[in-house]
């Protein structure tokens, strides 16, 4: 009974170690992530090449007007503004450079982080500075979503001295 435990195991093994062989020297290239070349000989791009890479893709697909500020951050247009302006070819466009750009998910990911805390930031402000309706940012987003009638635009207006020097989150309005 033992020899046979021992006979499966060794079995195991060599099965294992053949696979193992054959899936490393199987000679199909690795895809390239975030910048890496795939050899491990180069190291992954930061979180900024990353987003250039999809602003340029997305610039390739038409879309010029998704843009990357001085500090990295991309900003959207309204969905379907841009050259290439239906909200279909946004989409396309998107989807294409997504998988042209595979590190963009985790980037954004991290970007969102920053975007909450910083539209936090912006609204301890608004409030302090007198607009006390302005909504919390969506946890996940930082995305303020005001109803139609919840909107000031006199009091959005007035906090902007004060505030404006903060990271503007990004808001929607009429949900």
Known sequence: ????TVRAVL?????????????????SEAPSVAGGDGTGRTKPQDDDAVRRA????????GQTSVEQDKDGN??????GVGTAGSADAYDTASKACDAEVPGI???LAK?????????RAFVACARKNGYAAVPDPEPKTGILVFSAKSFDAAAWDAV?????????PGYRIGE
């Open 160 to 168: 902007q001295p004060a505030c404006g020097k903060l990271p503007m």
């Open 1 to 4: 009974m033992r020899t046979h």
């Open 54 to 61: 999809w602003v340029d893709c997305m610039h390739r697909k």
């Open 105 to 107: 998910h985790q980037v």
């Open 74 to 79: 991309i900003s959207f247009p309204a969905t």
């Open 11 to 27: 079995a195991a093994t060599a099965v294992a170690a053949a696979l193992t062989t054959v899936g490393c020297s199987s000679g």
């Open 111 to 119: 970007d969102d982080e920053k975007f909450v805390a910083q539209a």
